[in-house]
């Protein structure tokens, strides 16, 4: 499965990104996760992340938009890509942050680019790709604002509701919704494990026969891999392999 997921800061999208990328992992497949649209780059060092957010807004906005083009590849070549943020982000963000002197974030000039990412990626006719719009309630993600910051917030809580009604209205703009290849995920009052089977089960329709036999299949739960007897495939303990 191809996987985009979007949604306002603390809704769970990281979280859920990890769960399913541990998820191929046990099953010995090989996803390629890039959660580091968010400003500064989550997967930079700490030294970078505080030199990134001291940049003039017109170099963000490159290496932003070339990050976000250079996924579309990503998306279309690999089997397991798991994006978090890509366009629609940018999309809400820079729409609602960009003249914001205290964030990172630029003046969205070219807002028509969101739409022709989308284009290039659905021209490949994926027969795999789902967006996941990860959802919570206002008082939900406040919650976990307070309770859990991070380093360089994006969100400022008097801006949930608005963050939130402008990520659906692009979520509802998508291509991929316009084709039925998106899912909502509200994640309030769950656990992260009971999020995560909600998302498996509501891609079940969106998914190849392929991907749904692999959900199928028996996984130990100790750490295993995966050895050929007689062209028999086991899993074997991995002190053993």
């Excluded at 299949?217 to 750490?223: I, S, Y």
């Amino acid at each position: 499965m191809r996987s985009i997921f979007v949604g306002c800061e603390y809704a769970g999208k990281s979280t859920l990104i990890q769960m399913l990328a541990d998820y191929y992992r046990k099953r010995n497949l090989h996803p390629h996760m890039d959660d580091h649209f968010s400003i500064p780059d989550s997967t930079l060092s700490p030294e970078s992340r505080k030199l990134m957010m001291g940049l003039p807004r017109d170099i963000i906005e490159r290496m932003q938009r070339m990050q976000i083009q250079y996924h579309v590849d990503i998306i279309k070549k690999y089997k397991y890509p798991i994006l978090g943020g890509w366009n629609i982000e940018e999309a809400v963000y820079t729409g609602y942050y960009g003249s914001d002197p205290d964030s990172p974030y630029y003046e969205n000039y070219a807002y028509t680019f969101h739409r022709l990412y989308e284009a290039q990626v659905y021209e490949a006719r994926l027969a795999d790709l789902v967006m996941f719009h990860v959802t919570a309630s206002d008082e939900a993600i406040a919650r976990r604002m307070r309770e859990n910051p991070h380093e360089y917030p994006i969100v400022k809580e008097k801006d949930i509701p608005e963050i939130k009604k402008r990520f659906a209205a692009e979520v509802e703009q998508s291509l991929f919704t316009c084709h039925h290849q998106t899912v909502v995920l509200d994640t309030t009052d769950k656990t992260p494990q009971e999020s995560f089977d909600e998302l498996l089960a509501l891609s079940e329709p969106l998914i190849t026969p392929g991907e749904i036999a692999l959900r199928a299949l028996p996984v130990p739960e100790d750490d295993c891999v995966v050895k050929y007897e007689n062209g028999v495939r086991k899993w074997v303990p991995k002190e053993e392999g």
